[in-house]
């Protein structure tokens, strides 16, 4: 299921809706596979709509069960990231860029400092 506020009638039609464009997409890609002509383009507008889920990560760890259930307020993890290092930049899971916050109006956003290219994506994956 898709972890989109509303009920799960919404998350159906979201769900449709994704796939539906999802769809759309491989089909035009398909078709552009076929076709012969120079001047013929992708349609990117059917995907531009769907929705995506970016996260910052500052960094991980693993803990055994034990240590973390004696954890309460106050208690301090030790993450595997130095400080200062850039943090990561997810989309839907994948890493995509790095950054380092910066706090606009009160709000933390982030600056992108090096944007992974299409084809180191695909080379992490493997």
């Known amino acids: 299921m ?3 506020p509303g009920t799960p009638e919404d998350e159906q039609t979201i769900d449709d ?5 999802f769809q759309e ?3 035009q890609f398909e ?22 889920t970016i996260s910052m990560e500052i960094g991980r760890t ?3 069960i034990r240590n973390l259930l004696q954890l ?3 208690s301090v993890v030790e993450l595997e990231r130095f ?4 943090l990561d930049v997810l989309v839907n899971g994948t890493l995509i ?3 380092e916050v910066v706090v606009i109006n009160d709000k933390f956003g982030i600056r992108l400092t090096d944007v992974i290219s299409p084809s180191e994506r695909v080379k992490r994956l493997a």
């Open 17 to 21: 809706f994704e796939a539906a464009a």
């Open 25 to 27: 997409f491989n089909n």
């Open 83 to 86: 400080a200062g290092e850039p």
């Open 97 to 99: 860029a790095h950054g």
């Open 31 to 52: 078709d552009k596979k076929s076709s012969s002509a120079a001047g013929d383009e992708v349609n990117l507008d059917v995907i531009l709509d769907v929705p995506v």
């Open 2 to 4: 898709s972890e989109y």
């Open 62 to 64: 693993q803990i055994n």
């Open 72 to 74: 309460n307020q106050g």
